[in-house]
């Protein structure tokens, strides 16, 4: 397989360095893999500190910024990151208000940001965690126990970080992210398998003229495989299967989300058609965010996230934000 790498073992290295250069308000330790924002701590305010295995870019580095994330702690590919990473994240963000750990379901993640949070509690931090785990596909797949993390972690981070921003205590930010996840659902499609630097070539078997539906953002097995479907008929079946699971009160936000490869020409087409099935389904939709943001390194296909909002959590999502890969109001 054909890459713009150097060599598989300083992938993650060379791309914190070019983060480092691209983003002057963004302080990167290349050495310790730790990414936070320039004017930490931010007193007075709740840290929001996540991460996971790089190769979802632009999760989570790419959230570092006012009105998101505090700091990001990216691992090997697709591998979990350290304690001592987060550990250290926390205390560069912690300014005495607590700190939130937003913890994708992933054993390793999970296991991790655990014994992080009793280490920097022993160093005086004051910690709480919410687990995202928003993927309907699944239950118990190669890499969890319970429901995947995917396309939430967005939503978590931005309306949590919107709350953090505005001063709000520890409590009150864990309790907003905790109603994000509960009220979001997510499903994702692979048009082909994810090649990773390490192996370079596909992880998985998917052969040409079938799809996998329900895929995992590490390539984990899905519902079922089916010959090809039009963009409409996988809309379908996603939107479908999530509303299956939460039949949504509130009006909803969508994030129909590129898992790397997949290009905005049929990530906007096939948006158009999940806006047809929820229209269909008699489901409101306040707000649309389409592009790449929870990637899979080089997989085609894309996911759906749906977030029901009350007025509370739409101004959060509407207040100001400024990090890489979202911005808006600032």
């Not at 993390?149 to 931005?158: I, N």
């Not at 939709?285 to 997989?299: A, F």
Request: proline fraction near 6%.
């Amino acid at each position: 397989m054909k890459m713009l790498i150097n060599v598989p073992e300083t992938v993650v290295a060379d791309a914190l360095r070019g983060m480092a250069a691209a983003h002057p308000d963004l302080t990167v330790d290349v050495e310790h893999r730790v990414i936070v924002r320039r004017d930490a701590p931010v007193q007075g305010q709740v840290a929001l500190v996540s991460g996971g295995g790089s190769g979802h870019e632009p999760l989570h580095g790419g959230f570092v910024g006012p009105g998101m994330l505090s700091a990001a702690c990216p691992g090997e590919v697709f591998t979990s990151p350290v304690p001592d990473q987060m550990v250290r994240a926390a205390a560069a963000v912690d300014s005495g208000a607590g700190v939130l750990f937003v913890v994708k379901n992933y054993t390793g993640d999970v296991l991790n940001f655990d014994m992080a949070a009793e280490l920097a509690e022993d160093e005086g931090i004051q910690v709480a965690k919410v687990l995202v785990n928003d993927d309907v596909a699944v239950t118990d797949s190669l890499f969890t126990a319970g429901r995947r993390g995917t396309g939430a972690t967005l939503f978590v981070e931005k309306i949590a970080g919107a709350a953090a921003a505005e001063g709000r205590p520890l409590e009150q930010v864990e309790s907003v992210a905790r109603r994000v996840n509960e009220n979001s659902r997510s499903f994702g499609v692979a048009l082909s398998a994810v090649t990773t630097p390490a192996k370079g070539s596909p992880t998985f078997d998917l052969p040409d003229g079938e799809l996998e539906l329900g895929i995992g953002i590490h390539g984990e097995p899905g519902r079922e495989r089916r010959p090809m479907m039009t963009s409409g008929e996988i809309a379908d079946f996603a939107v479908h299967a999530i509303l299956e699971d939460m039949p949504p009160r509130n009006p909803v936000l969508v994030l129909v989300n590129g898992m790397g490869a997949t290009p905005l020409l049929e990530l906007y087409g096939f948006n158009a058609e999940v806006q047809r099935v929820l229209a269909e389904r008699g489901v409101a939709v306040v707000r649309t965010l389409v592009g790449n943001y929870v990637t899979s390194l080089d997989m085609a296909g894309a996911s759906v996230t749906l977030c029901q909002v009350d007025e509370e959590m739409l101004g959060l999502w509407d207040a100001p934000v400024r990090t890489p890969a979202l911005r808006w109001g600032m």
